[in-house]
């Protein structure tokens, strides 16, 4: 759900999901056909192996947001791939080209192909070849399919403005990697474009509504619901929660559109003027559509501006209900106002260098400083938490590649956990009678430089990509500290211990300790046992 963007390194491609203004286009490709054929082609896919890890393999590529630089033109795609069946189909599908009918009658049985063309996954074309109409590859477990950007034969398209953009760019894949697999009954996905978030959450929830705004998202929504046989995938048309008014839901996720514009012509792409105003609808509806103990999950664009951090502004936008929902917004990335303004002012008008001076006008009188990109989530508390002294949460850690779903559950549970210690006093005794770990992905970086003719210590570094990203440069006599917590003792007892060998600084209490304990933990260096943050 992301375009070129992410190819000029701006945050994962600047462009989501499927929303904007409705169009009037009301003929797609694909037929929604029987479940039987869907099944017999699901089956097709799955004989033939049209997985994401053989095809990479083969291709030489980490994952399928690569396939877009693999140049089909001279590769024996069933040498690489080791299966014929397999090669026809991801050039027919994957790599949208016309192949010869006799092609593909020598790979695929004449009956499936049959059932293809019921399907209008598989077209005639000129000079006895053959086509697909739409983009068809295999994400997240599910074969999807979406546009194509390309015709055919080649010649120039114009692309619709409610073009399904494809659910297999890095962005994307960012996005379905930070929404939680948890068991829930309700599940709502906005801005759903091709569905694969929706089908996401399928495997993990009763019932889940994949909603977007056109009609051509929604068709190809609901082909991909049919083919993945997910029925428990309900298809809705609208904007944004306008077909599920009246309901609410344990787990809302979304992938907006977030590329400032100031005419909409892309939908899954353009979010306004400065492109929060489908993300700030989104977040302002939440205290009516997210119920107690759910949780939105949402990767996205966004400001921190003159009246506050991104995460601190969110929280404005949950209006009167805010103090019952916690915020974390999980940073990954950057971007100045004038890189972004020159970039979009390439977009729209190349060569009209008033264009970039404009856009940085335009932002500076919006009081926006720092165009950010990552992942959103924003949890309500349940109905017996909220009210009296709750001091919500709202935190900004950095995302990494190894952030996912269960990452954002378990510091939810973290944050809430410490700050009722903190208001009960006691954090101190919880955390010095716990027993952490050391953390799974903790790395130490030591330094050593030449100093009075030896080596010494110059640089300590601890890191961390688990729960999020950390970086905490330490002194000399901290590592020994945490080497204390690999022998399954008491954190109280590495204290006393590093005391009795005389390891620690002059006035270093048990406070001081279990604040250095708290900090390692959030930070992914400690672990501690699940049991003690509790349900």
Sequence with gaps: MVDAGCRRGLPQGLAGGGCGAETGVVEFPLRLGAPADCARVAALFARAGFREEPICRGLGIPNISRIGKVAPAGLDLAAALGSAT????????????????????????????????RLDLLRPGRD????????????AGFVIASDRHDSPDGSDVVLASDVVFPAL?????????????SPVADALDLCAGTGIAALVLSRHVERVVAADITPRAAHFARFNALLNGRPNVEIAVGDLYDPVAG?????????????????QSRVFRDG????????????????????PGGTLYCVSAGWDAKDGPLESRLRRWLGERAREFDVIFAQQEEVAPERLAR??????????????????????????ERNVYGAIVVHRAEAAAVGGGRDPVTVRPRLSPRTDGSCFEWALRWYRWRAEQEVSGQLSQALLDSRPRLGSQLRARVTYAPRDGD??????????????????????WMLQLVRGFGQGLTARAVYEAARGAGQLPEGFGPDDFATLVAMMVERGYLEVEESLLGD
């Design 86 to 117: 397999l090669a026809a189909l991801v050039r027919v599908f994957v790599f949208t080209q016309m192949v010869p009918r006799e092609d593909l009658e020598g790979a695929i049985d004449p009956s499936d192909l049959g059932v293809l063309e």
């Design 343 to 368: 970039w979009l002012a390439d977009k729209a008008a190349p060569g009209d260098r008033s264009a970039p001076a404009l856009w940085e006008q335009h932002f500076r009188d919006a009081g926006l």
């Design 247 to 263: 309901r609410t839901f344990d787990r809302i996720v979304a992938h907006p559109p977030y590329v400032p514009a100031l005419e």
């Design 169 to 181: 760019d890095a962005g994307t894949l960012r996005f379905l990697g930070v929404i939680a697999r």
């Design 272 to 291: 306004g003027d400065t492109g929060e105003s489908i993300l700030r609808r989104i977040v302002a509806e939440l205290p009516r559509y997210l119920r």
């Design 455 to 476: 080596l010494a210590v110059t640089e300590i570094v601890l890191k961390s990509d688990r729960p999020f990203r950390s970086v905490t440069g330490i002194e000399p």
């Design 128 to 139: 006895g070849r053959c086509y697909s109409p739409a983009f068809v590859y295999p994400v």
